[in-house]
């Protein structure tokens, strides 16, 4: 049997696709994604792949992107190890590290431990880290939460070492579910229900605190069921757009009668946080 790779080099213009790319991709049999400055690299087995698969990938057939890519065969690699080489911990702030199973434990107050697999939110990426520094600010003491678009789970880890009364965390993709289980029990957390779902399975709650970093597509089409489960107070930090987005996504919020807060930048990707008025 052929255990050989295949990796699959894009380059995407604007930059601003590589996440709604991943997020397609991930629907598909690849194993790995590795963001380039100006595209990703996803690796599949080669037995698995079929160029005609492309052809379900909408972003590739837009046009609002121009995206290249270029297919080369390796030999199979220990990938673990190679992730293990190359994967480093995130220090956060003064208080919060985090990092991956096999590093050293850090002596924060916050040492969150996550072994991400194929799921984002590793901490390395800007809207991960804006997110996170928005949850060290916002009074998190008793609240009740929710996570949408989970991943590895470490936003809804973080809120519950924060003093959260429930969170509830859903992701509709299956891996992201399995390994927000996994890494709820490397930090001992025991207030995170998770549970494989799109927004539409947390109608009939109400929350304090709405979380949500994803692709901006997938942002919009949750606004509705955003308004759903919030009530007079809630808090919605949302991220995953670029600051030109900002203005945008304001607007279509302010249909939903939820009024821009503030916001944070770091190298051009927003976070932003809203009361639902």
Not at 147 to 153: I, S
Request: hydrophobic letters at 35%; a negative charge; proline letters at 2%.
């Amino acid at each position: 049997m052929d255990d050989s790779y295949l990796s699959l080099t894009f380059n995407v213009v604007p930059v601003s696709g590589i996440e709604i790319l991943i997020a397609e991709l991930s629907l598909l049999d690849f194993e790995l994604f590795e963001e380039k400055p100006q595209g990703l690299v996803a690796y599949i087995k080669a037995c698995d792949f079929n160029e005609n698969f492309l052809k379900k990938v909408n972003i590739l057939h837009s046009k609002d992107f121009e995206i290249k890519y270029e297919i080369n065969k390796i030999q199979n690699k220990n990938w673990n190890e190679e992730w293990e080489k190359n994967y480093d911990p995130v220090e956060i702030n003064e208080s919060c590290t985090i990092r991956a199973p096999f590093h050293k434990a850090s002596n924060k107050s916050y040492d969150i431990i996550i072994k991400p697999e194929m799921s984002f939110g590793t901490g390395h990426h800007e809207t991960t880290q804006l997110m996170i520094d928005f949850l060290f600010e916002q009074n998190l003491e008793n609240k009740k939460i929710c996570d949408v678009g989970c991943g590895t789970g470490v936003l809804s880890i973080i809120a519950e070492k924060r003093g959260a009364k429930k969170i509830d965390a859903v992701d509709i993709d299956v891996v992201c579910y399995d390994n927000t289980i996994d890494n709820i029990k490397r930090n001992d957390c025991k207030k995170i229900n998770t549970k494989q779902s799109s927004s539409d399975g947390l109608i009939g709650n109400n929350y304090d605190i709405i979380l949500s970093n994803i692709t901006l597509n997938n942002l919009k089409s949750n606004f509705e069921n955003f308004k759903k489960i919030s009530n007079q107070s809630t808090i919605l930090i949302i991220s995953g757009f670029y600051k030109n987005d900002l203005d945008r996504v304001n607007l279509m919020l302010k249909k939903f009668e939820f009024e821009l807060l503030d916001y944070k930048i770091k190298n051009n990707w927003v976070a932003s946080r809203y009361y639902c008025s």
